[in-house]
């Protein structure tokens, strides 16, 4: 709600999430949230405008690009790896496949914590792909590891669950109203652009000399 312009921010941010049903308002929501950890690296306490629509989606598909990087990966190794497990077990029956079973169920379990982290690193992986303006940077793991090791990372990390859930409890309420639900994709805009604003601080503070490099939009490759 920084600077003279926040109504319309707010209600541009709220529209486009409201459209998002037609997929390239999310494009170009995604986007701008990338510039929000952006400007935030650079120092301004003010939200990013809406402009350069074309930037703000070519900029939300590599988010999505780096989410799904990611997530499919570890998704892919550790579930296939847990059917070939199951279908060893249920090929070669008896004690030896009951066990080879419980063991590829034990490793599709594992995928929980292994998205929690994915869930984890990503933050900071669309931070330094904001700061570097390349697709690249947000698979610089050197880079990436002085930021996601510290406790004002973690915290961070952790207060977007806070503030998701004071915003589902809030969505709800609103929802009991035709008005109410109205007002939902406002509110999940704040809400969305408060937290990616917390990345972002702790991305800058422990960041070094890469947070002081320009960033605009991330438009190369």
Do not use: C
């Not at 249920?90 to 496949?97: H, K, N, V």
């Not at 066990?99 to 594992?110: C, K, M, Q």
């Not at 690193?121 to 570097?132: F, G, K, Q, S």
């Amino acid at each position: 709600m920084q600077g003279e312009s926040w109504i319309g921010r707010m209600l541009i941010g709220g529209v486009v999430l409201f459209l998002s049903f037609l997929i390239v308002p999310i494009f170009a929501f995604n986007g701008y949230l990338l510039r929000v950890i952006g400007s935030t690296v650079q120092g301004d306490p003010e939200p990013p405008a809406w402009e350069d629509w074309g930037g703000l989606i070519v900029d939300g598909i590599k988010v999505t690009i780096v989410g799904f990087v990611y997530a499919i990966v570890p998704t892919v190794v550790i579930v296939g790896g847990g059917a070939v497990f199951l279908g060893l077990g249920s090929a070669t029956g008896g004690d030896g496949g009951g066990l080879l079973a419980g063991f590829g169920l034990l490793s599709i379990l594992l995928l929980i914590p292994v998205l929690f982290l994915v869930y984890y690193i990503v933050p900071a992986a669309l931070a330094n792909m904001a700061v570097e303006g390349s697709l690249g940077a947000a698979f610089d793991f050197n880079m990436l590891k002085n930021v996601v090791l510290t406790s004002d990372y973690f915290v961070a990390v952790l207060m977007p669950i806070v503030v998701g859930v004071i915003l589902n409890i809030i969505n709800q309420i609103l929802a009991f109203t035709i008005i109410g639900l109205l007002l939902v994709p406002f509110t999940t805009f704040y809400g969305q652009v408060a937290v990616f604003r917390m990345f972002g601080l702790a991305f800058e503070k422990h960041a070094g000399q890469t947070g002081q490099q320009s960033t605009g939009t991330a438009t190369t490759v």
